[in-house]
């Protein structure tokens, strides 16, 4: 298939209409319902495998691709704007390094115990952050996008749901939270958990988990903040997820451990609040000289289902660097592997297409 046919295009109509566009208010009103008999379809940043992450092109292409949900992660500008930027850092994924004019901004903040120097996201309003341009996060990916793209906020990443032409649901994170509510300050003396609630409010997001009100506007909330999720609970019923990070890395608020947060008597706590977790792969099966083991499995999975809490891992890359020997290169084997032997309830992926694919093949087969 001739698939520079259809990113041109595409990446034209982007380009043109608009990394500032403003977000419009209103869905269409007849729509092809977000589907619910299998896992779900997560698009990690938007289609990042093939455009810059986080970006209304990525997004774009996510929702035209299949996904079910638009992930993102959220943070605040200097200023106070909600935006949609996974690092802390500017370095990584902008062009921050050659705006001159920006040199003096470099700074050194203790994150979650570790100094970090780089370009921060809130020493920067969101005027001067759209001035950046977004680039690859990976050298090995398609690099010719790299430019063409600036930071969008929350809002405008929630557009790109209501105005796809099916219901597509959203899945952003509070990203960071006690380092942004360290750092940026609201005149109203709000904290960062309440703008993010504004804006899913102002929105119309309303619903506890398959309500006739979430399936018309779905979404998952997401952190790897516990206090976050159980803060937000007493601000709305929409269903949140508790991210969990591989077993050496603690909460960055809790400071628990990973086997803290896996334990039978805190899933019996934290169920009242969120009904599922985002674990990384490597925390349901860690791979050992590149292969998979059933021996390894922590059995995180069965624990959670056990619970009543739904178990969304992240991430699926189709890459070989990121595939073990297991799948053969193939991420359609890996798939398979997760949703049918490990039963997963979604998947946090870079590859919304294949990853949609791979569903509609196998749902053609009668799997």
Not at 349 to 359: C, E, I, K, V
Request: proline share 5%; charged share 20%.
């Amino acid at each position: 298939m001739n698939w520079i046919g259809i990113i041109v295009p595409f990446i034209a109509v982007s380009v043109i209409g608009g990394c500032v566009g403003r977000p419009l208010l209103h869905p269409a009103p007849i729509r092809k319902p977000l589907q619910t008999i299998r896992p779900y379809n997560i698009a990690h940043r938007g289609s990042n495998g093939e455009l810059p992450e986080e970006t209304l092109a990525a997004y774009r292409r996510a929702v035209q691709e299949g996904a079910d949900f638009i992930e993102s992660d959220i943070l605040a500008s200097k200023d106070g704007v909600l935006i949609c930027f996974h690092d802390l850092t500017l370095d990584n994924t902008t062009d921050v390094a050659i705006h001159k004019q920006f040199a003096h901004r470099k700074r050194s903040y203790q994150v979650q115990g570790v100094n970090i120097t780089g370009w921060f996201v809130v020493d920067f309003t969101f005027e001067e952050l759209k001035l950046l341009r977004v680039k690859q996060r990976f050298g090995f990916r398609d690099q010719q996008y790299n430019g063409k793209f600036s930071l969008i906020t929350f809002e405008e990443f929630i557009s790109v749901a209501l105005h796809a032409k099916r219901v597509v649901g959203i899945y952003p994170e509070i990203k960071n939270p006690v380092f942004i509510n360290q750092h940026v300050k609201w005149s109203d003396g709000k904290k960062f958990e309440d703008k993010f609630m504004e804006t899913l409010k102002k929105y119309g997001y309303e619903g506890s988990y398959k309500s006739k009100e979430w399936l018309k506007q779905p979404v998952f909330i997401q952190s790897f903040a516990p206090t976050s999720l159980t803060y937000i609970a007493n601000l709305t019923d929409l269903p949140k997820v508790l991210l969990i990070a591989d077993p050496p890395t603690r909460t960055e608020d809790t400071n628990q451990s990973f086997f803290e947060i896996t334990s039978d008597s805190y899933f019996n706590f934290i169920n009242k609040y969120v009904v599922g977790i985002g674990p990384s792969k490597a925390a349901i099966l860690p791979s050992i000289d590149n292969h998979l083991s059933e021996t390894s499995n922590t059995g995180l999975v069965a624990k959670a289902h056990a619970h009543g809490l739904q178990v969304h891992p992240y991430t699926f890359r189709n890459e070989n660097l990121f595939l073990t020997f297991n799948f053969k290169q193939d991420p359609y084997e890996e798939y398979d592997f997760w949703i049918n032997k490990i039963e997963v309830d979604g998947l946090f992926t870079d590859f919304a297409g294949s990853l949609h694919n791979f569903q509609e093949w196998t749902s053609e087969k009668g799997n």
